[in-house]
């Protein structure tokens, strides 16, 4: 069997019906509406998404990160109609003020209830409380600016988020990736919507800035839980990829093929942190999505990849 071979045989053994639905649609002419069936089964009554949504957290109650995860599956199935039971469901969790701190004007990173359920270290809410850096809030306030009706004040809060957002991240932005990402998803909505809300430039010259920082070009320092080229590009039309960077993409290309396990999974730089016997499920789950972004990574910048 080929690499890619073996790598498919696991996704397909391993895989969660949401994410073998993502395989399918990246590599076997799959339907975006079948990623949208899939994610359909994580939301709760309430709109909001969780029940496990986020592979390292068991958490069946709907969570700020469960909503940001959900928002991720469906930029991947190709985005919705602003009338989808989905987006509607979403927009009416962001309405109810559920998992949202007035105080700091922001959603928590985590909640008090992940305490009660099997999930990685990280998860757990710290007895000083969840912290406070736009992850996942940026996204949350740009996916309101895209969906929400203009004239409702739900909108109309997202739009205010999203301007504090975006000047905190052009003067205070921190080097680090999932606070990146979310920068990236909130530049993204507001263009889409036509919103001018912030000097686009400047947040967008302030992105490429701390994704550049980011990426870790030490290959030694791969084996770590760090950035690596794939974190932020996907093929050489990304916006983050320059001709620069092909040596590395092409550097990545050969950490993954040299990390492929026997099963066809590929290395995983993280563990939870405990003891929870429910971390060897998680595990596998992760290692299929893993698996799944690994190949779409070789496909795109190995020059020996075959199908």
């Known amino acids: 069997m080929t690499a890619y071979e073996k790598a498919r045989a696991f996704i397909y053994r391993s895989a969660r019906p949401i994410d073998l639905a993502v395989y399918k649609f990246r590599f076997e002419n799959g339907s975006g509406e079948d990623i949208i069936t899939a994610l359909s089964a994580y939301q709760n009554s309430d709109g909001g998404f969780g029940l496990g949504l986020e592979p390292d957290n068991f958490n069946p109650d709907s969570l700020p990160m469960g909503v940001w995860k959900a928002t991720e599956y469906i930029k991947e199935a190709g985005g919705l109609e602003p009338d989808h039971p989905i987006i509607k469901g979403i927009l009416r969790y962001l309405e109810s003020g ?41 996204a949350l306030a740009g996916f309101i600016v895209k969906y929400a009706p203009p004239q409702s004040e739900l909108y109309q809060k997202g739009a205010n988020i999203a301007k504090e957002a975006a000047e905190w991240f052009i003067t205070s932005a921190p080097i680090e990736q999932h606070i990146a990402g979310c920068f990236i998803s909130l530049y993204d909505y507001c263009k889409d919507a036509g919103a001018t809300l912030f000097d686009e430039k400047m947040l967008a010259d302030k992105i490429y800035e701390i994704v550049d920082k980011s990426i870790c070009r030490d290959s030694a320092r791969w084996w770590e839980y760090m950035p690596r080229p794939s974190t932020f590009i996907d093929s050489r039309e990304s916006r983050f990829y320059s001709a620069e960077l092909e040596p590395l993409c092409k550097q990545e290309c050969e950490f993954i093929k040299a990390n492929q396990q026997s099963d066809g999974s590929f290395y995983l730089p993280w563990t939870w942190g405990n003891d929870y016997k429910e971390w060897t499920l998680a595990e596998s789950w992760c290692k299929a999505a893993v698996a799944i972004d690994n190949l779409r990574f070789l496909r795109e910048f190995d020059p020996d990849f075959t199908i």
Do not use: I, L, M
């Open 98 to 138: 559920d998992g949202y701190d007035g105080s700091h004007r922001q959603w928590e990173n985590t909640v008090p209830s992940n305490n009660d359920c099997p999930c990685a270290v990280w998860w757990k809410y710290p007895e000083s409380g969840s912290t406070f850096e736009y992850n996942p809030t940026a």
